[in-house]
T-cell receptor, first 113, second 110 residues
């Protein structure tokens, strides 16, 4: 069982470039989400999805786009990278029920120069 | 908006000591609370999940309690070891999202 897989692990972008962070899970989880982790600010929710075809915004959605065409995949797109998007990004998945456990990927460290 | 606070922000203890990490949250309408461990440069590893209807959960040397009405949870680590050194995060799930505290950085000194 691979769990939650994120790619790439590291990425450097120039300001204005676009890219997609990949997230895949093999646990048939309905709920998937993206967080960014910044020093002193904890993890903040960017976007989430409660199932294929359903997405919603979190706390810090500006500059990011998501889609959920399958249960397994939940890619995060940076439309036009800015230095403020330099961060560590985590993808998580869980069953969308009351009492289930969240599983996290190993993270993508993104630097925008 | 749900806010999660963890105290202390950092903790340093000698090996073998028992210790308690604290987590508080402002809105008691939660589905569950989860404790995670994060090593430097790594992802989050789930330690314990406490359902909203439960008072505590135990796994090995770890024991987590939940008092939903007062908005508090504690993580008790017994007989600490240098390998326990990491950042510990708590998170509450409200049905739409997880809200995280900023973590407690634990150092266990051999």
């Amino acid at each position: 069982n691979a769990g939650v897989t994120q790619t790439p692990k590291f990425q450097v972008l120039k300001t204005g470039q676009s890219m997609t962070l990949q997230c895949a899970q093999d646990m048939n989880h309905e709920y998937m989400s993206w967080y960014r982790q910044d020093p002193g600010m904890g993890l903040r929710l960017i976007h989430y999805s409660v199932g294929a075809g359903i997405t919603d915004q979190g706390e810090v959605p500006n500059g990011y786009n998501v889609s959920r065409s399958t249960t397994e995949d939940f890619p995060l797109r940076l439309l036009s990278a800015a230095p403020s998007q330099t961060s560590v990004y985590f993808c998580a998945s869980s069953d969308y029920w009351e009492n289930t456990e969240a599983f996290f990927g190993q993270g993508t460290r993104l630097t925008v120069v | 908006k749900q806010e999660v606070t963890q105290i202390p922000a950092a903790l340093s203890v000698p090996e073998g000591e028992n210790l308690v990490l604290n987590c508080s949250f402002t809105d008691s309408a939660i589905y569950n609370l989860q404790w995670f461990r994060q090593d430097p440069g790594k992802g989050l590893t789930s330690l314990l999940l406490i359902q909203s209807s439960q008072r505590e959960q135990t796994s090995g040397r770890l024991n987590a309690s939940l008092d939903k009405s007062s908005g508090r949870s504690t993580l008790y680590i017994a007989a600490s070891q240098p390998g326990d050194s990491a950042t510990y995060l708590c998170a509450v799930f409200t049905g739409n999202q997880f809200y995280f505290g900023t973590g407690t950085s634990l150092t266990v000194i051999p």
